[in-house]
């Protein structure tokens, strides 16, 4: 399973755009890129999945430059709600995986008024 | 019900007691997964289900931890002997195992766990 990086915390206020940098160096081929929002005292929730290029869903874009060796999760507008814990993940999505899927520390975004 | 439920949502238990948490997966879900977080720390993967495959086990962190899925549903996660440093939150997560949802995984609310 690619290893993935991100910062520790990042400090945001209310209207801003948000971009969180995740860096996996070692993805593999077939591996997909995902980002998973925790609040606190509740488990994860998935938030958006991508392979290349750009994905946008309801809650966010995904960012994926050509060489897949990072992604950028980007939050526009945030609200003070959308203060929790990001974990980006990277893993496979073909038969035979293990599903092991290994959550980081995260990326603590604060969100002030 | 339509989510991952898990019980019981807050236990206070003594050290050197036993204690068992339950989760109950999507319906449909063949994956099933556990997972410990302290506080204000990461998640911490135990361990993994798919099928009637053999379990990964590899995230258990001692022999006092075990786990079991039933007919391949229900899930019991098993803490023996328990000591203070078993307090967390202990996560059960499911997922279908089909090529479009391999990774999208959804979370229980968890099981709190103080041992005193």
């Known amino acids: 399973l690619a290893k993935t990086t991100q910062p520790i915390s990042m400090d945001s206020y209310e209207g801003q755009e948000v971009n969180i940098t995740c860096s996996h160096n070692n993805i593999a081929t077939n591996d997909y890129i995902t980002w998973y929002q925790q609040f606190p005292s509740q488990g994860p929730r998935f938030i958006i999945q991508g392979y290349k290029t750009k994905v946008t869903n309801e809650v966010a874009s995904l960012f994926i430059p050509a060489d897949r060796k990072s992604s950028t999760l980007s939050l526009p507008r945030v609200s003070l709600s959308d203060t929790a814990v990001y974990y980006c993940l990277v893993g496979k999505r073909q038969p035979g995986n293990t599903g092991k899927l290994i959550f980081g520390q995260g990326t603590t975004l604060q969100v002030k008024p | 019900g339509a989510g991952v439920s898990q019980s019981p949502s807050n236990k206070v238990t003594e050290k050197g007691k036993d204690v068992e948490l339950r989760c109950d997966p999507i319906?449909?879900?063949?994956?099933l997964y556990w997972y410990r977080q302290s506080l204000g720390q990461g998640l911490e993967f135990l361990i993994y289900f798919q099928g009637n495959s053999a379990p990964d086990k590899s995230g258990l962190p001692s022999d006092r931890f075990s786990a079991e899925r039933t007919g391949g549903s229900v899930s019991t996660l098993t803490i023996q002997r328990t000591q203070q440093e078993d307090s967390a939150v202990y996560l059960c997560a499911s997922s279908h195992d089909t090529l479009m949802e391999r990774n999208t995984i959804y979370f229980g609310e968890g099981s709190w766990l103080t041992v005193v």
């Open positions: 319906s449909g879900h063949t994956a």
